[in-house]
């Protein structure tokens, strides 16, 4: 698996990375053996990036990952997970819930440090209590070693950017803006590793949006957008591809030119790890993505906080 930089932290990641909330059986059940199987096909492959947090199935995800990463040599994986975050609704960035955070997530991941801490969607929570209290407390937890580096994950771009740089953090990951549909995170991230800080890219489907079956009723895109999107999965068909391969070619090629360090996506399937990593390696169809631009062009950087849709996030 390639590697790249993750900005300034001396840390090298692989250009594909593990999402793991859907170990904590957030989309349907997931027993412990299928998150071990999932990691051991991650590590195998050189997917040594898992990226967790509380709230994925409220701590259950947590759990599942750091069984599955027992006995494996600490030093041969990087660990991210996040605080502030600990419900749907119930963000929490004060120092004192910060600081129990990270203890608990040490306990529940069996590690006695954290690559990467991250707060976790820092656009819904309180942007004062985050600035005062817990950021200053991570802070104090990298500087006792039990953190190794601080970063912030969120969605709306122009919240996260200056944030991200006005408090020198060491990471951002952004989800759903660096797509087939949507790759506003592309000039982001080049500004932000000018100034040493890495990036991720998460959910490059756009979460279900560039899929076969096509956005759930929950998604939060305009139905403009989604059914942009539903005719790019019918003209990869023509071509017999997968909208989800040619989703995931197109994060993982074009990542590097614009200053992204790894893309982040979600499994709980070895063998739909395994599919990952080899699509990692396939080229992309410059000829179906000239079609494909064309389809997306009216809807193209058309995020939800843009032209929002009737449900998630948008609507709240």
Not at 95 to 118: C, F, H, M, N, W
Not at 165 to 176: G, H, K, R, S, W
Not at 247 to 259: D, K, M
Not at 276 to 300: F, K, R, S, T, Y
């Amino acid at each position: 698996m390639r590697t790249a930089a993750l900005g300034s932290t001396g840390i090298r990641v692989p250009i594909l990375a593990m999402g793991a909330a859907s170990l904590g059986s957030i989309y349907h059940p997931v027993s412990q053996r299928q998150a071990d199987d999932t990691v051991a096909a991650a590590l195998a492959h050189g997917v040594n990036y898992f990226d967790v947090a509380p709230y994925y199935g409220y701590t259950k995800a947590e759990i599942a990952l750091g069984q599955a990463l027992r006995g494996v040599p600490r030093a041969s994986y990087t660990l991210a997970t996040k605080v502030g975050r600990y419900g749907d609704s119930d963000w929490d960035f004060s120092a004192a819930a910060t600081r129990r955070s990270v203890k608990e997530s040490l306990a529940r991941l069996g590690t006695d440090y954290i690559d990467i801490i991250q707060c976790h969607d820092v656009e819904y929570g309180d942007r004062a209590q985050l600035i005062n209290e817990g950021l200053p407390a991570l802070r104090d937890l990298r500087a006792q070693g039990v953190v190794r580096h601080i970063g912030i994950t969120g969605y709306q771009l122009d919240f996260l950017e200056p944030l991200a740089v006005e408090q020198q953090v060491d990471t951002l990951m952004a989800y759903c803006t660096y797509t087939l549909q949507d790759r506003r995170l592309g000039m982001v991230a080049q500004r932000l590793n000018a100034a040493g800080i890495g990036v991720l890219n998460a959910s490059p489907l756009g979460m279900g949006l560039l899929t076969a079956n096509g956005a759930p009723g929950w998604h939060p895109a305009h139905q403009r957008v989604q059914q942009a999107c539903r005719q790019v999965a019918q003209l990869c068909r023509e071509f017999g591809e997968n909208i989800a391969r040619v989703a995931l070619q197109f994060a993982l090629a074009t990542a590097a030119r614009q200053g992204i360090a790894s893309t982040v996506i979600g499994t709980a399937s070895a063998e739909n790890m395994l599919d990952n990593v080899a699509w990692c390696e396939q080229p992309l169809n410059g000829e179906l993505l000239a079609h494909i631009d064309a389809l997306l062009a009216p809807v193209l950087n058309i995020g939800w906080d843009i032209l929002p849709g009737n449900g998630g996030k948008a609507s709240k």
